[in-house]
């Protein structure tokens, strides 16, 4: 079939960058000065992009790939980024905390692995309310510094339009840092002791880690020297981005044309999801997403039927085209159980393609006792694990994971192979938004990943 047939949007539907416009768009914020909104939109358009158009047709294969089992999606980063961490150590953290994983998993898994971070570009957030009350004062509520600022005062949280001209620019700077680093040997194999973080010392995971690290440096040489040149490529790994597309307008302004291809890419992002509450069948959102030709993802969450995600499947990737879709269900440890497997048998039964990836971080969102938002890590691991044995019951497989991380030693989820309790929190709670696992904790699902894998695969009774 050639890649024209498989295009998500017929030329005569209708679909325009953009005619979300004619439907009910959630989440989005009402900027009070429209003729500023306007010029900022313009000025979005002419400036050049971030991503290109073959990068995306390029990941999108990986993700095929990975689909028919071939590789392991690994799609990490914070839950918002705001602009004051647009730093030199706050990016090379997180960038080495996803390369430490990615390598963790390599070893473990014997597949190539796709590395998609959750940054330039996750600016946006989808919020409960469109209000906040204190003291019997209400402004709008906080949406991401792409939207307004997080103070609780009237000029922060005014919708200011030009909050996105900067993030644009922020996304191109973590960009430009992150391919600077990459190419520049940041990422390379033969001395995987550039990426060690601090804590690598004094972690009870340290011991498991550097044996893997030194196992990999020795296969690395014992390559080269049966071969006897240098082994290529090691060098060098992809790194690709994904943002929450929610703020539409901004996303609009991202969608190009480009020579010699047909149709429309998203050009601020390779990867976009539509995140839990903006997948309404007749929605802005999902009206947006299926008309352009990057690969996209969206968030399944526990009330989700069968029937509407077969109709959200059929809307998004109507060509069953390989990589275009992916899955990323984040029902809760307690619910997983329950939720997932009627939508796994739904999809296997009609025999859509789709990746199906955990995200076992947002189902799993509670209050401590002592007022923090957090997440219990025994939940992210109980709900991770379950589903690979959910996966593997029901015949399908589960092709990746989406978390919630820093590269930095926050104290935002508890638990852990430190163990932090609801009294940790108030050490180091950093984010203004959801609770992210820190270095050692984001190692340790890599880890727990691994293991799961290969109790799975072992014969039964082994
Ligand atoms: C998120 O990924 O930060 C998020 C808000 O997720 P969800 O849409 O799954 O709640
Ligand atoms: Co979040």
Redesign the pocket.
Known sequence: MSDRKLAPVPPDDGWSPRSWRARPAAQQPDYPDREALAQVLRELQALPPLVTSWEILALKQQLAEAQEGRRFLLQGGD??ENFEDCSAEVISNRLKVLLQMSLVLVHGLRLPVVRVGRFAGQYA??RSADTETVDGTTLPSYRGDIVNAPAFDAAARRPDPRRMVKAHARSAMTMNFVRSLIDGGFADLHHPEYWDLGWVGHSPLAEEYRRMVAGIGDAVRFMETLSGSEVHNLNRVDFYTSH?ALLLPYEEAQTRQVPRQWGWFNLGTHFPWL???TTALDGGHVEYLRGIRNPVAV?V?PSVTPDQLLRLVDMLNPGDEPGRLTL?H?MGAKHVATALPPLLEAMRRDGRRVLWVC?PM?GNTEKAATGYKTRRFANIRSELEQAFELHAAAGTRLGGVHL?LTGEDVTECTGGARDLTDADLARAYRST??PRLNYEQALEVAMLVVRKQAQLAAPRGA
Do not use: N, W
């Open positions: 839950c918002a957030k989808p929450e995140g839990m509450r968030k969450g990323i984040r995200d947002h919630e938004v959801d």
